[in-house]
């Protein structure tokens, strides 16, 4: 059971460089959701998905883009990568129910990145 | 706007001992959730709590949930090294989203 992939799992950018992390999902749910984690904090919601071509800024959306064009994918861009910006990225999904969460959220198993 | 706090944040405990992690959030909801972070890994879904009065165990950890006191609990009976890890707690906003506790800090010893 693949679940959610996060794709790269390791990645080191220059200050300036741009990226896209990719997340793609295989339970067929209808939301999904980026997150960042800074050492020894909680998540911070970037973007979210609520369903396949809506997407809506989270609680630290400056610096990031999103696109939903498919259900199962979720991809994260960083158009000049900062420094502040290095953190562990966590994707997740869950399936909601007319705006009832159903689940819980199942979590990628994270992209860590780094720029210098 | 919806806020959860966690307490405490970091406990260090021994072996054999019981011990209870709180999860206070500030505005009506039905729905929580209890994650598990083993350091350098991803969230795992421990319980999941959907309605006043809900208590879910599993092994050495049982979660309740009191919606009228907006509390939550995550109690370790007879704690063993293997449950030392950060556990978040998170509460349905009804937006599609969920509010993160910042999460606790178990250090169980030998």
């Known amino acids: 059971n693949a679940g959610v992939t996060q794709t790269p799992k390791f990645q080191v950018l220059k200050t300036g460089q741009s990226m896209t992390l990719q997340c793609a999902q295989d339970?067929?749910?209808?939301?999904m959701y980026w997150y960042r984690q800074d050492p020894g904090m909680g998540l911070r919601l970037i973007y979210y998905?609520?369903?396949?071509?809506?997407?809506d800024k989270g609680e630290v959306p400056d610096g990031y883009n999103v696109s939903r064009l498919k259900k199962q994918n979720f991809l994260l861009g960083l158009e000049s990568a900062a420094p502040s910006q290095t953190s562990v990225y966590f994707c997740?999904?869950?399936?909601?129910?007319?705006?009832?969460?159903?689940?819980?959220?199942?979590f990628g198993e994270g992209s860590r990145l780094t720029v210098l | 706007e919806l806020k959860v706090e966690q307490n405490p944040l970091f406990l260090s405990m021994q072996e054999g001992k019981n011990y209870t992690i709180y999860c206070n959030y500030s505005?009506?909801?039905?729905?929580l959730y209890w994650y598990r972070q083993d350091p350098g890994k991803s969230l795992e879904s421990l319980f999941v709590?959907?309605?006043n009065g809900a208590v879910k165990q599993e092994g050495r950890l049982m979660a309740s949930l009191d919606t009228k006191a907006r509390l939550s609990t995550l109690h370790i009976t007879a704690a063993v090294h293997d449950l030392s890890a950060t556990y978040f707690c998170?509460?349905?906003?009804?937006?599609?989203?969920?509010?993160w506790g910042a999460g606790t800090k178990l250090i169980i010893k030998p």
């Open positions: 998905s609520a369903s396949e071509g809506t997407t």
């Open positions: 339970m067929n749910h209808n939301s």
């Open positions: 505005t009506t909801s039905d729905r």
């Open positions: 709590l959907l309605s």
């Open positions: 997740a999904s869950t399936q909601w129910t007319s705006g009832i969460n159903t689940g819980e959220l199942f």
């Open positions: 998170a509460v349905d906003n009804s937006n599609y989203q969920l509010i």
